[in-house]
């Protein structure tokens, strides 16, 4: 099973700045999945990495405001832009396979608690 | 209609108990059901996948799928204190084999 170095754990950024979140894979993986979980709500799918084209974004998600790099198969980076206090929000990055032996279904980085001031 | 839905609680169970967790989706046509556990704090953890209708058990968990009904469950026997933490439903959507959809999670706590 895939295991995922995701990092900054957590930050607290000014308004108007921008965070590139890292996640390294220890596998190669043809697709990455980043996500946002804002404070008491479940996770809303911002858009999928692909190796060696552009990510595919998710309706409400658009490239200019959380530009996605996939430079290779075992790593890719979310930059939240231009930050707003409503980007508060933890964001996880995804791939397939699992750390509890469930071949199916997706193992999660450990998340980026972010905090806009 | 949310696409998976489910009761977002908080769900109290004594402990040694049987808790019972419940999901729908509304794409008829999703192929791939699954169960996370999400601690406070942490990241979701897969516990549990099903595929085909009926019951699947591993452990003190047991995931049904009810297709006709668009329904998924998740039942854990004697519930421990440790089983307390939010737990997620995620549906394989049809249209797009490879991008799974959460429910808003259901929150489950163990009462000694």
């Known amino acids: 099973s895939a295991v995922i170095s995701q990092k900054p754990s957590r930050d607290i950024c000014q308004r108007g700045t921008s965070l590139t979140i890292q996640c390294q894979v220890d596998?190669?993986?043809?697709?990455m999945f980043w996500y946002r979980q804002q404070p008491g709500q479940s996770l809303t799918l911002i858009a999928t990495?692909?190796?060696?084209?552009?990510?595919?974004?998710e309706s409400g998600f658009v490239i200019d405001k959380f530009p996605i790099s996939r430079p290779n198969l075992t790593f890719s980076t979310l930059t939240v832009s231009n930050m707003s206090p409503e980007d508060s929000s933890i964001y996880l990055c995804?791939?397939?396979?699992?750390?509890?032996?469930?071949?199916?279904?997706?193992?999660f980085g450990s998340g980026t608690r972010l905090t806009v001031v | 209609q949310k696409e998976v839905e489910q009761n977002s609680g908080p769900l109290s169970v004594p402990e040694g108990a049987i808790a019972s967790l419940n999901c729908t989706y509304s794409?008829?046509?999703?192929?791939?059901f699954f169960w996370y556990r999400q601690y406070s704090g942490k990241s979701p953890e897969l516990i549990m996948s099903?595929?085909?209708?009926g019951d699947k058990e591993d452990g003190r968990f047991t995931a049904q799928l009810n297709k006709a009904s668009q329904y998924v469950s998740l039942l854990i026997r004697d519930s421990q204190p440790s089983d307390s933490a939010t737990y997620l439903c995620?549906?394989?959507?049809?249209?797009?084999?490879?991008?799974?959809?959460f429910g808003s999670g259901t929150r489950l706590s163990i009462r000694p």
């Open positions: 995804s791939v397939p396979g699992s750390t509890t032996g469930i071949t199916s279904g997706y193992t």
């Open positions: 596998s190669q993986v043809t697709m």
């Open positions: 990495a692909n190796q060696g084209s552009e990510a595919t974004y």
């Open positions: 794409d008829r046509g999703s192929q791939s």
């Open positions: 099903i595929y085909s209708n």
């Open positions: 995620a549906v394989k959507a049809y249209s797009s084999a490879s991008k799974i959809i």
